[in-house]
């Protein structure tokens, strides 16, 4: 096993692909301060003017082995009623897999005037993802390290990661409206960051026999992987205290198509004598996040 920085943590993070991620306020007509993050385009024909945002929190988790067969509004409605809903698991779908982004949004702004949108914006970004779990690690976080029947048995796990990393970033938005014809509008936009690292942490491992005696006994016999760190203390070499673990800048990357349901032709959303905005019948994008580096 060795040390390695931090930028090389990300070689652990999981690769995904996901078309309905971050759903709720984040495809709000209102709330660009919001939508940027999930597509850049989106504060050029904002409904809003100008939107400031003080301080907010947002949290998505994904995984394959843990599910519920009700929506959160259901689930929400009998815990209100004092009954508890259960989980309901994926038995036969090992290897497994599961994602974590908590976001803390900071201070910003967001302005839309004639074909232009854009901001300021900062947040506390904090990312985890796992992969390649056996069913027998997942049946231990499910019931607990004194799970009686895999106690005394020897397993081995295998190709298997965790990576999370947790970082500060400060970035600016803009966005243009680069075709109106007709009824079809077409917007690009841009975020540029500058990202901050505070924190992360890696594991690959390759192989790991192990047993579990009882609930506080867990034999290992033989390991095999890789980790990695960042430095954390500010007296080591190229260290700085918290916010001294790597910097570097970020990219996302958005375009949106909107079929309006009048002519978009002279558009100009919020522009003088141009106060009634136009609605559009449907729209659909594309994103591409978090396109960047950070290293110490």
């Given at each position: ?23 709720g ?9 919001n ?6 385009s989106?504060s ?7 939107d ?11 995984n ?6 009700s929506?959160?509004?259901?689930i ?10 259960e ?31 854009g ?13 390649g779990?056996?069913a027998?690690?997942?049946?231990h976080a ?8 895999q106690?005394g048995?020897?397993y ?10 947790s ?12 075709s ?19 924190a ?6 390759q192989?790991w026999?192990?047993q ?5 006994v ?11 760190l960042?430095?954390?203390s500010?007296d080591?070499?190229g ?21 309006m349901?009048k002519?978009?032709q ?14 559009y019948q ?15």
């Open positions: 096993m060795r040390r390695i920085g931090f930028s090389l943590v990300l070689a652990l993070q999981c690769f995904m692909l996901h078309s309905q991620e971050n759903m306020i984040a495809n709000s007509n209102y709330a660009p301060a939508t940027i993050f999930l597509n850049p989106s050029a024909d904002s409904k809003a003017f100008i400031f945002n003080i301080v907010g929190a947002s949290t998505y988790v994904l394959d082995y843990a599910y519920f067969n929506n959160l509004l259901a929400s409605r009998e815990g209100a009623a004092g009954n508890e809903t989980p309901l698991y994926d038995r036969g779908g090992a290897p497994y897999s599961a994602y974590v982004d908590v976001q803390i949004h900071g201070p910003s702004l967001s302005v839309s005037y004639g074909k232009f949108g901001g300021l914006f900062m947040n506390l970004r904090s990312v985890t993802s796992v992969s779990v056996p027998h690690l997942a049946n499910e019931n607990g390290f004194d799970f009686e029947d106690l048995n020897e081995t796990t295998s190709n298997a990661n965790i990576g999370s990393l970082w500060l970033e400060y970035g600016a938005n803009f966005s243009y409206i680069i109106q014809s007709g009824r079809d509008m077409y917007t690009l936009g841009g975020n540029l960051k500058y990202l901050n690292g505070l992360g942490a890696g594991l690959n491992v192989k026999n192990y579990v005696q009882n609930d506080s867990l034999n290992s016999f033989e390991f095999a992987g890789e980790y990695g960042p430095n954390i500010s080591q070499e260290a700085s205290g918290i916010l001294g673990n790597g910097s570097g800048l970020g990219l996302d990357l958005g375009f949106t198509y909107k079929k349901k002519s978009a002279g558009y100009l959303p919020h522009a003088a004598g141009q106060c009634k905005l136009k609605d449907y729209k659909f994008g594309v994103s591409l996040l978090d396109v960047g580096r950070s290293s110490g």
